[in-house]
């Protein structure tokens, strides 16, 4: 990634785009690995999921969201939501010519690569990104030996948005959608490493974790592109570090959800409604 782009002087904001307020969590992290910048953040809650929708759909809608961002002014754009990631990424990076456009799957990809011994490595994701096969491309370009075995687990994302992610229903969950990996003679040797390939899946990793068990990785594709997002330039310090909220719907729902994927509170009257 890093060769990618020359190392960039950064002082214009960072952007970061998600369907919703699942992104806060990559938000959080690149926060956490870069306190001197600023961003501006836009969910786009008027149309999400982007999981269920057609890549042509998610294609239009990432376009839309990064031009907003673009007449914000930011510098580099991360594309925190992994189904766009997913599928958008040439389109985006073709739009924007020399703006760095950075997603989610390849850093996921690389530290799933750097991770798993056996190369045997689950991805789970919403269907948009299982169906793209994002991951498994990335996965192999590094490894050709790897063997993925992608499970889209719509429902893990309503139960974050719920806040049931340490519960019975949680627990089900884990069960239907990861304990296949395990149990099923298909998957022999079982994976060694399992991606948490959606911004909203971090919040689920304990319940995963119990399925998994603790011989096996979990790879945070938020925490690792916050990483590689870091690593590409240099930040100069601005003088007030500053997080700017877009939302194109429901800034009072944002706000209230948002708050437990970026850890940390978020008042409705600092969210701007936008629309696109
Ligand atoms: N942000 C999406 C992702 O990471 C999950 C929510 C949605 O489907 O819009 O894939």
């Known amino acids: 990634l890093s060769g990618s782009y020359r190392k960039l002087q950064f002082d214009a904001p960072v952007g970061v785009f998600d369907s919703g307020v699942g992104g806060l969590t990559v938000l959080a992290a690149l926060r956490h690995e870069m306190p001197q910048a600023s961003f501006v953040y836009l969910g786009d809650t008027a149309r999400l999921p982007y999981g269920t929708k057609s890549p042509e759909t998610v294609v239009r809608y990432a376009l839309r969201a990064a031009e907003a961002l673009v007449e914000r002014g930011i510098g580099l754009l991360v594309v925190a939501c992994n189904t766009a990631s997913a599928v958008a990424l040439p389109s985006l990076r073709q739009r924007f010519g020399d ?93 060694d490493c399992v991606v948490l390939g959606c911004t909203h899946f971090p919040l689920l990793s304990g ?70």
Do not use: M
Not at 226 to 238: I, K, M, T
């Open 99 to 191: 703006l760095p456009v950075i997603g989610v799957v390849e850093p996921g990809a690389e530290a799933a690569c750097a991770s798993s011994a056996s190369g045997r490595i689950a991805v789970l994701a919403t269907e948009g990104t299982v169906r793209g096969k994002a991951y498994e491309r990335a996965i192999l370009a590094r490894r050709p030996d790897a063997q993925v075995i992608s499970v889209a687990c719509p429902v893990f994302v309503a139960l974050a948005e719920e806040g049931w992610h340490d519960n019975a229903v949680a627990r089900a969950a884990a069960l239907a959608y990861v304990a296949p990996l395990f149990a099923d003679p298909r998957h022999r040797p079982a994976p």
């Open 207 to 276: 319940v995963i974790a119990e399925i998994c068990g603790p011989s096996v990785a979990r790879v945070d594709s938020a925490q690792t592109t916050a990483r590689s997002v870091a690593r590409l330039g240099e930040w100069r310090a601005a003088a007030a570090p500053r997080v700017h909220c877009l939302a194109t719907d429901g800034i009072e729902r944002f706000a209230r959800v948002g708050a437990r994927f970026l850890g940390a509170a978020l008042d409705p009257r600092d969210v701007e409604l936008v629309d696109l």
